[in-house]
């Protein structure tokens, strides 16, 4: 059966070529023949071997000369592409270090490189051209495109590749159960992957303590902000002490919230002089009004 399908491919494929051959000396010999004006004898006797030599060109350019087959994935992306891609990835991150993390001790980063999808099917490239996609953020899971700039046929792929971003933070000392309000000895300091989840990490043991863990953590695991409840500063009615902040000065004041405070979201309250604000619960009975 396979030697069937192979010979009635070979058939096809020569009938094509002959199709393509006769295609091209047709159209070299009705071109040639087009004319304004009646040829001299001369000119009609060389007609022929001028439709003949470029049905020959044709053929042997266009015919005969195979189409290059698609590379394999795997020689499309090799040691020295992987390395391109690493130090493009490991300039952009550093460059493009990302705030918010708290961690002002230097950072360590390291790259992973991914696969392409086995599926792909690409034309041979003699250059290929790693680059930093438009908006890609190098934290956690990314890519990196790849452009082909120099090939038969020109192609773009994108190339998965996992940002690690190694850091001093806060780590459960011990397992520790869904629900535990955080000790100090419950905490420790370790090296993370800040980039390993979307939540930053804690690194301060004040914005930890005494606060109710969301999720189960293990031995060694970063302490992040979505493993810990909110806590709620002040409720509805209390009386609440409020301090409006501005470029050199804080006013100091009292008033009576409107709203719960917690941690991290806005509440309302009303001044002494009926006035209503809106602030960050910041501590116990207190609210920080920016001005």
Not at 55 to 67: D, E, G, M, S, V
Not at 71 to 100: C, F, H, K, Y
Request: charged letters at 20%; proline letters at 5%.
């Amino acid at each position: 059966m396979g030697s069937d399908s192979k010979d009635i491919s070979e058939k096809r494929a020569l009938n094509g070529r002959h199709f393509c051959a006769l295609n091209s000396l047709l159209a070299a010999y009705s071109g040639g023949m087009k004319s304004t004006s009646a040829p001299s004898p001369a000119r009609r006797a060389a007609l022929p071997w001028r439709a003949a030599w470029s049905a020959w060109l044709a053929l042997t350019f266009l015919c005969i000369a195979p189409r290059a087959p698609a590379q394999p994935i795997a020689d499309t992306v090799d040691a020295a592409l992987i390395a391109q891609v690493r130090e493009l990835a490991l300039i952009a991150s550093q460059q493009s270090r990302v705030s918010g993390t708290g961690n002002a001790a230097p950072l360590r980063f390291d790259v992973t490189v991914g696969a392409l999808d086995p599926r792909l099917k690409l034309a041979p490239c003699q250059r290929i051209e790693p680059y930093l996609p438009t908006g890609m953020r190098l934290w956690g899971k990314s890519r990196i495109g790849l452009r082909c700039t120099q090939g038969e046929r020109l192609w773009n792929v994108y190339l998965p590749i996992t940002v690690h971003v190694y850091g001093q933070a806060l780590v459960a000392a011990q397992s520790l159960a869904l629900g535990t309000t955080l000790q100090a000895d419950d905490l420790a300091h370790a090296e993370v992957d800040l980039a390993a989840d979307n939540s930053p990490v804690i690194v301060s043991e004040p914005l930890a303590l005494g606060r109710a863990l969301t999720r189960s953590l293990v031995a060694g695991q970063g302490v992040r902000q979505a493993d810990l409840k909110s806590r709620q500063w002040f409720a509805a009615g209390d009386t609440v002490k409020v301090l409006a902040t501005g470029k050199g000065f804080t006013v100091a004041g009292a008033g009576t919230a409107l709203s719960p405070g917690f941690e991290g979201q806005s509440a309302r309250v009303r001044t002494e002089g009926g006035q209503i604000v809106t602030g960050l619960p910041v501590a116990a009975r207190q609210l920080e009004v920016s001005l």
